[in-house]
């Protein structure tokens, strides 16, 4: 037996996937774009539009293209730079499907069944899910490490995919007596932004599916749209305290300091400091107008690269076939590693 304590000492790459089904929020946005764009200071980034993701659940085919633009669109507008960063889609990589096949075969069914997001996303009539929605966490483990990915930014709600992408890394290492062959990728789903709420109810998180619209802040909202909305938001009569610790058992509150302090660049403390003793009719203003001169600009740079869709078809174009390079790369080391035939 091989030293599995033996790690992968190669270099260290970001990856992080978003799935082109239904418009991005303030959560998508905090909790993964802004991680994105802070991320290209440190190292290599491969930031894919998860379209092989989508298609888990239904998608209008007429539609599927143009929301993957769409995605790209707001990598783009937020600050991820296309010639830096490399920004592509999933389906457009042949590799992602073929590792997920092989990864499949190191997963196990237990393993799946404890994922949480599985469930949610099932509902009630889990005989009726496909078997895609099913294996969505070993699609999104390929995704990561068939460019021996070490480092995923995501929101909280990722957590444990990342951690079963581990599981899949390590067990496919042991299963092919090949210690460090992949990396066991680190999770970066912590930090304020993180989990993102729901404007309308503080236990639940900022979400797509959500019916109603008041719920959630989309990145392509007018200024009018943002400010209704934080207007709008559920909170309780008491002025902010002080100290963060005063925001304890206040959900609402707590999500509404937690959005200002992401979006000014500054801690809780900082924001709770500037507005403890103040009432929500007048923090809800000042974070209507933070919230619309930061997202603002964002809108704008989607709208544009809307306008011009060939401009965003060669940024995917191009990464796909950087992408592409090393994929293939790695996936030649997986076959020759589980013993496929080759010429
Ligand atoms: P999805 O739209 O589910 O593909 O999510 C894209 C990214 O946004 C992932 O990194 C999620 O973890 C992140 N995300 C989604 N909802 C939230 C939220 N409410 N708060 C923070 N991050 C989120
Ligand atoms: N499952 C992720 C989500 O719903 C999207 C995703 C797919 C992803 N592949 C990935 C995220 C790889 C990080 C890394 O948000």
Redesign the pocket.
Known sequence: MNDQTISYTGPERV?????PSGSLHLGNYLG?LVKFVAMQEERDCIF?V?DL?AITVPQDPKRLAAQTREIAAAFIAAGVDPKRSIIFA?SSVGAHAELAWILNCSARMGWLERMT?FKDKAGKDRERASVGLFA??V??AA??LVYRATH?P??E??KQ??EL?RDIADRFNRDFDAPGFFPLPEPLTTGPGARIMSLKDGSKKMSKSDPSELSRINLLDTSDEIARKIKKATTDPDALPSEPDGLEGRAEARNLVGIYAVLAGISEAEVLGQFGGQGFGVFKPALAELAVEKLGPVAERMRQLADNPSEVDRVLADGADRAGAIAEGVLKDVRQTVGFWSP
């Open positions: 990856f992080s996937g978003v799935q993964a894919c998860v993701h999933q997001q969505y966490p699609l999104q995704d990561i995923v995501t929101g709600d990722q995919h990342l992408t």
